[in-house]
């Protein structure tokens, strides 16, 4: 029998609850200054460079107007900005600024003390075991990234959009 068999498909699905649970705290716990959409519209620009804003709406999931709307919101920050596309100067893409990129960059690193801090508040041996799972957990988000881009149209993968 393979590996993958020999699971028990409860002790998964608990392992991934438990981890669903984590993230779903992370989530709740960063600032509030800007939505959720804001900020993952920020991460898919920062991530994938310059977009349209149709197609920062399409990846999102949320309608033209709304995305529109957001990153008026996100221009009046200073956290992006729009650019004329240089390959067609009729088109207007988003771009990241440099205070956008600041801000991820701080809201990433708040978020990772404040799990440093609960980290250090367990046993060493429940540290060590985070320690060795590292490796597991930057494989699944690898994995994740590869889901989410072959979920996206065709025309929107990162790999055929990057500017």
Do not use: N
């Amino acid at each position: 029998m393979s590996p993958e068999r020999d699971r028990d498909p409860a002790e998964l699905l608990a392992v991934a609850e438990t981890l669903y649970q984590f993230m779903a705290a992370a989530v709740r716990q960063q600032p509030r200054e800007i939505s959720l959409t804001s900020a993952s519209t920020l991460a898919t620009v920062e991530r994938t460079g310059p977009r349209r804003i149709t197609d920062l709406a399409v990846i999102e999931g949320v309608t033209q107007p709304s995305m529109t709307a957001l990153v008026t919101v996100l221009e009046r920050s200073g956290l992006v900005e729009r650019q004329q596309d240089p390959q067609d100067q009729r088109v207007v893409l988003v771009a990241l600024t440099a205070a956008g990129s600041d801000y991820l960059r701080t809201r990433r690193r708040a978020g990772a003390e404040a799990f440093a801090r609960l980290i250090g508040k367990l046993p060493p041996d429940e540290v060590a075991a985070l320690l060795a799972a590292a490796p597991a957990l930057r494989h699944l988000h690898e994995l994740e990234d590869e889901r989410r881009e072959a979920a996206r149209p065709p025309a929107l993968r990162t790999e055929e959009h990057v500017r």
